[in-house]
């Protein structure tokens, strides 16, 4: 009996392994134009993780990492023990939360705007139009706000024609987490509707024909077979937003902290560099990142986790 039950895998073994000689001599130039991004990947993503281990020395860079002492948890008894740490993480969790709100709904409705225009011409223009901020550096997109909206902007220049008073906009701590979330959304919203386009182009065209001969207006037709044909999208989006949600921008906050002050601006990226790298205490920016990257992870996780609950894949399926 069991040589009955050997022998189809005797026999199967052999044949596995001409299967993947084809496979990899199929995909063989797929997977050299994959090289140089795995090389990129590894240089620039991986061996830095270990330099994290700095957050557990005393770093200097005279003596460097070998010969820096050892800390322990010190540095991060440090870390918490500061209130301007603690100042930078609620900063960076209500702005991920305002952006969340008012940001990413954007990119899905301006898809499904896209999606109904019928002229391919027009869709192909608004869609250069609305890609095109992505491809400005945050100096340039601040610079515009600051000359539409800023002190001598062209909006108080009309006010102050008008003699109407003036609106303090770039330089108001308390609605710089709405300024931040509109540069946002100017900036990145075009170019994130590209996922969801996909996603709209795989739903049957023949289920809108079917809706609209059953008489199915144009809002029933979005609420019960757009969104749900794109349900799973906006779920793995969302999902990989909260696993980003620590990250709101160091580039953007920091062109712009010194006109709100720090209290407003300061977010764990910039605080990492200013009482890290600024300071040269190294080891406290990378116990600072260290400590984002895990909470992060474990936003991550949670918010995959909920997605399987509901129903839906997130980034894998069960």
């Given at each position: 009996m069991t040589a009955l039950h050997e022998a189809p895998a005797a026999l199967r073994a052999p044949e596995e392994k001409p299967v993947k000689k084809s496979?990899?001599?199929?995909?063989?130039?797929?997977?050299?134009?994959?090289?140089?991004?795995v090389v990129l990947l590894i240089v620039f993503n991986y061996v830095p993780m270990f330099g994290t281990a700095t957050a557990f020395q005393r770093y200097s860079i005279y003596a460097g990492f070998w010969h820096s002492p050892w800390t322990g948890l010190e540095t991060f008894r440090q870390l918490f023990a500061d209130p301007l740490f603690w100042s930078a993480l609620g900063n960076t969790l209500m702005l991920s939360l305002v952006q969340l709100v008012f940001y990413f709904p954007v990119?899905?409705?301006?898809?499904?705007?896209?999606?109904?225009?019928?002229?391919?011409?027009?869709?192909?223009?608004?869609?250069?139009?609305v890609y095109l901020p992505h491809f400005f550096s945050w100096v340039l997109a601040v610079t515009i706000f600051q000359?539409?909206?800023?002190?001598?902007?062209?909006?108080?220049?009309?006010?102050?024609?008008?003699?109407?008073?003036?609106?303090?906009?770039?330089?108001?701590?308390?609605?710089f987490k709405l300024l931040v979330t509109s540069q946002v959304i100017w900036k990145e919203a075009g170019w994130g509707i590209i996922v969801f386009l996909a996603a709209l182009a795989a739903i049957d065209t023949q289920l809108y024909e079917a809706a609209a001969a059953d008489g199915a207006g144009r809002w029933r037709r979005m609420w019960h077979i757009t969104l749900p044909g794109i349900r799973g999208v906006i779920v793995l989006m969302l999902v990989l937003r909260l696993g980003n949600v620590l990250t709101v921008g160091f580039e953007q906050m920091l062109i712009q902290r010194g006109a709100v002050g720090r209290d407003a601006a300061e977010v764990l990226d910039t605080y990492a560099y200013f009482y890290g790298v600024v300071n040269a205490n190294f080891s406290l920016g990378a116990a600072a990142?260290?400590?984002?990257?895990?909470?992060?992870?474990?936003?991550?996780?949670a918010a995959n986790k909920i997605a399987h609950l509901l129903g839906e894949d997130g980034l894998y399926r069960q």
């Open positions: 496979r990899f001599r199929r995909d063989r130039s797929l997977l050299i134009m994959v090289i140089p991004a990119p899905i409705a301006l898809a499904m705007l896209l999606h109904s225009i019928m002229s391919s011409k027009i869709r192909t223009i608004v869609q250069s139009v000359q539409m909206l800023g002190g001598a902007g062209a909006l108080n220049q009309f006010l102050r024609s008008n003699g109407l008073a003036t609106w303090d906009i770039m330089t108001n701590p308390d609605t990142s260290l400590f984002k990257g895990v909470l992060s992870l474990l936003f991550l996780l």
